[in-house]
């Protein structure tokens, strides 16, 4: 599982990588970090603007040791894309996102606590550059800086750092392959170094695949303003417990799912994109640690219906 989990984590930090044109020419995309895909953004001009809000609800599902967990969310980000010359394009992008747990009957995650962990926080900073080198390659290096954790922890030791570097070869006009090799720090475990991989593949005019984080995107295009797609994906988070805790103070809690379902995407403007997304967590797992990564226990849960939505406004 530590494998696996490290895998999804370093992995999530490349999507700004992922569905990139070749050349830095009008039309590429940049994509901060969310749970909700969107289209590419086609920029007018040298440098681009995007802004999203986002949130979903995870309900309620039976641990099993005891207790129930539910999870609701507030996110939002802002994307910069600057082609600074001919085959080299620059992006930044920043998040945020809020977590409210609310965990119910006897829950024995952490002891005897009936509510181990709450409101808890994460941000994260994704600068990134892409550089083409010729008329099917394309140069991607990018790092990720984040901080997540409850209130009341040392932000110092809730801090995570990672950065990839990849090609991106364009095979075919309807299929793309990226592939490198990315770094990534975990709080409480050792740095790890793997393999990364994305596909883009038109497989027709209406239907795409595509790798989206960890996981797979099937959408087809029902019109000009609406997208429907199918996916798929292994959602990971880390947080810092408080230092002010009865039981396990600056402790760490992982919180992996396997996420599918369908999401309705709509353009309701040229600068407007609104998804609405709705599934089940498939599987999920919590994890807790002590301060010093030491295991308190895992801790499968049962499936639960999930619901999403997001608007990102692009200028």
């Excluded at 403007?269 to 609405?276: D, K, T």
Aim: aromatic letters at 12%.
């Amino acid at each position: 599982m530590v494998v696996g989990r490290s895998l999804i984590v370093t992995l999530s930090i490349c999507g700004a990588a992922y569905g990139q044109s070749v050349a830095p020419a009008p039309g590429t995309a940049f994509d901060p970090e969310t749970r909700l895909g969107v289209d590419e953004y086609r920029r007018e001009g040298p440098v681009g603007f995007q802004v999203y809000a986002q949130g979903s609800h995870d309900f309620d599902a039976d641990l099993d040791n005891s207790g129930e967990s539910a999870v609701s969310r507030f996110g939002a980000g802002v994307g910069v894309e600057w082609e600074a010359a001919t085959n080299l394009i620059f992006r930044f992008a920043f998040d945020a996102e809020w977590s409210d747990y609310d965990f119910s009957g006897p829950v024995a995650l952490i002891g005897a606590d009936a509510s181990p962990w709450e409101d808890v926080q994460s941000y994260r900073f994704a600068p990134s550059v892409q550089i083409g080198l010729e008329a099917r390659w394309a140069l991607l290096v990018g790092g990720d800086v984040r901080v997540a954790y409850e209130p009341g922890a040392d932000v110092g030791d809730a801090l995570m750092g990672g950065g990839y570097v990849g090609a991106r070869y364009q095979w075919t006009d309807a299929f793309a392959l990226t592939f490198g090799v990315s770094a990534q720090s975990q709080l409480e475990d050792d740095t790890i170094v793997l393999p990364l991989i994305a596909v883009e593949w038109d497989m027709t005019d209406r239907l795409r695949l595509e790798s989206r984080g960890v996981g797979l995107g099937l959408t087809y295009k029902l019109s000009d303003q609406f997208d429907v797609t199918l996916r798929g994906s292994y959602d990971p988070r880390s947080y810092r417990l408080s230092e002010d805790r009865a039981l396990n103070p600056e402790g760490v809690v992982n919180d992996d799912r396997v996420v599918v379902g369908a999401e309705l995407t709509w353009r309701p403007a040229a600068f407007v994109v609104v998804s609405l997304f709705a599934g089940a967590n498939l599987w999920q797992e919590y994890e807790i640690l002590n301060s010093s990564g030491g295991k308190i226990t895992d801790n499968e849960s049962d499936p639960s219906p999930a619901i999403a939505a997001r608007a990102t406004f692009r200028f």
